[in-house]
């Protein structure tokens, strides 16, 4: 902490996006100082947040001279490089999560053997390093095959979906092999996991050891890129439940993670697990930061994943995690994925009006295509008189609400 007993505790975020955007309402709240470096003033965190630094986060004097005076350093993404973080350690700058933690967040390889090493069920996998290496996996794992880049992949980037040995010999994957062969990493081979459903585990932990799990949530992809949240996850086993729970927890205290952890997981439900994989629970991807499906919980829930990760990283108590409304109450989160729409203030009140039980969250970002600009949460509970007993129902009507509010706001119109 700041060594001035009046001086509040000052943090540092290395990333400028909408992660870091949304620390800030939560650094407000706890009295907090949060500082920035951002690439640009015009970058969503950097509109918001009062203490940004112009520099770039991958040059080590830039970064350095970001972080002279902090706290504790912290991410909004894992793409710090290398070199950067160790700089950063060797002039004794605290960073949470610590970069022998995030290095598992940041290459899918480590990942894969840290998660074998758990004993925690991943799919099978394999280091390639050439067409051949990767065709007798999918020979032996059975096809398609789950190809990826280890480092630096996000929202279904950096992943490539190998029907057959055929499509192994397509032009692309051969550049993948050669680009990879220039960096000397190889490229991570996955089992394509035949899921029932998607799910997300997020527990916080901070450095004394403290660990606070939210309610694990079922998440819907499209084009590789989250478009709903549900939590709790609303079709899952109480069993399953427990052990998405345990994964997180044990990764967590096993890699000594600081800070809010995702571990995406993949569901087999019982009814599906003659499809050639055991029913369970499997390890998908780790992110050591507030996650996409964490969102959630800034209307939903007591504290906020952004409000719980600034307070692990100071070693602060952690919050309640609970859905509020309480037992049977869900929250839904719909992501805004930049549209046909390029006014996003002129839909706000029709999304408002259409949807008066949705928060709007917007990012402050252009709305390209496929980008994520926002997103609106819902909650099932709105306790009004012609509330229904069904949960279903109020879950049914909570997604409908986010639906509709999310396509006024990015095609100007419901659906």
Not at 67 to 87: C, G, I, K, S
Not at 123 to 147: I, K, N, Y
Not at 298 to 308: A, K, L, P, R
Request: aromatic content about 4%.
């Amino acid at each position: 902490m700041s060594a001035h007993p009046s001086t509040p505790p000052r943090v540092g975020v290395l990333g400028d996006g909408q992660l870091a955007r949304m620390m800030s309402p939560a650094a407000t709240h706890l009295g907090l100082e949060l500082h920035l470096l951002a690439a640009s003033p015009a970058a969503s965190a950097a509109q918001v947040i009062a203490r940004t630094t112009i520099g770039d986060y991958r040059n080590v004097k830039d970064v350095l001279a970001f972080a002279a005076r902090l706290d504790v350093v912290t991410f909004d993404h894992e793409h710090v490089p290398a070199e950067v973080l160790n700089a950063l350690a060797e002039a004794g700058i605290t960073m949470q999560p610590t970069p022998q933690a995030l290095v598992y967040a940041q290459d899918k390889l480590a990942m894969r053997g840290v998660v074998d090493d758990c004993g925690l069920p991943n799919p099978r996998w394999r280091h390639v390093h050439a067409l051949q290496e990767l065709t007798s996996f999918g020979d032996s794992a059975g096809w398609p095959v789950v190809l990826k880049t280890p480092r630096g992949g996000y929202d279904g980037k950096g992943v490539m979906i190998i029907d057959d040995a055929a499509a192994a010999d397509a032009t692309e994957v051969a550049d993948w092999f050669s680009r990879a062969a220039e960096s000397g990493t190889g490229l991570l081979a996955e089992q394509k996991v035949p899921f029932t459903r998607e799910l997300s585990a997020q527990v916080a932990r901070s450095a004394s050891g403290e660990v606070a799990a939210y309610p694990v949530v079922e998440s819907t992809q499209t084009n590789g890129v989250c478009d709903e949240v549900i939590a709790p996850a609303p079709h899952t086993s109480q069993a399953h439940l427990a052990e998405a729970e345990r994964i997180a927890r044990t990764i967590a205290e096993t890699l000594g993670v600081t800070g809010m952890l995702a571990v995406e997981l993949f569901e087999i439900a019982e009814d599906d697990a003659h499809r050639g994989t055991p029913a369970g629970i499997y390890v998908n991807e780790l992110a050591m930061r507030p996650h996409n499906s964490g969102h959630w919980s800034m209307d939903g829930c007591v504290t906020s994943q952004f409000e719980q990760h600034l307070r692990a990283v100071l070693n602060l108590p952690l919050g309640a995690t609970a859905v509020t409304g309480g037992a049977g109450g869900y929250a839904v989160m719909k992501n805004l994925l930049g549209g046909s729409n390029q006014n996003l203030h002129a839909a706000v009140p029709e999304a408002m009006r259409r949807s008066a039980d949705c928060k709007i969250h917007l990012y402050g970002k252009e709305p390209t295509p496929g980008r994520k600009i926002g997103h609106v949460n819902v909650l099932s509970h709105t306790n009004r008189p012609d509330d229904t007993d069904d949960a279903e129902a109020r879950l049914q009507a909570a997604r409908d609400a986010a639906a509709e509010a999310a396509a006024i706001m990015v095609e100007g119109s419901a659906q």
